[in-house]
């Protein structure tokens, strides 16, 4: 059964960090694309970046290059989502996504809020 479960979520003032993580089980992970997408309020759910399963080519939404970084750790089943100088219009629930072919699957999601 697969099971992605993030975690790093919270609150933030403008301008810090965070690092989100998603703890994948159940499938073989190192075989999947991974990403990371977020769904603001009223807004559709959106790619924020992807990276392959080598990790070798990674993907980033324009609104994000440069603040954040992709990566994976496939001997620990995990992918993460560094984010740095954050901005209010990143806040969102962010959601961890596994796809391989026409097989795919989403994390429960994890709240980032940024506010001062």
């Known amino acids: 059964q697969v099971h992605l479960v993030e975690s790093g979520g919270g609150l933030v003032q403008p301008g810090g960090s965070l690092r989100l993580s998603c703890a994948a089980s159940g499938f073989t992970f190192s075989m999947y694309v991974m990403s990371w997408y977020r769904q603001a309020p009223g807004k559709e759910r959106e790619l924020v970046a992807s990276?392959?399963?080598?990790?070798?080519?990674?993907n980033y939404a324009d609104s994000v290059k440069g603040r954040f970084t992709i990566s994976r750790d496939n001997a620990k089943n995990t992918v993460y989502l560094q984010m740095n100088s954050l901005k209010p219009e990143d806040m969102a629930v962010y959601y961890c996504?596994?796809?391989?072919?026409?097989?795919?699957?989403w994390g429960q999601g994890t709240q980032v809020t940024v506010s001062s």
């Open positions: 996504n596994a796809r391989r072919g026409l097989s795919h699957a």
């Open positions: 990276i392959t399963s080598t990790g070798g080519n990674t």
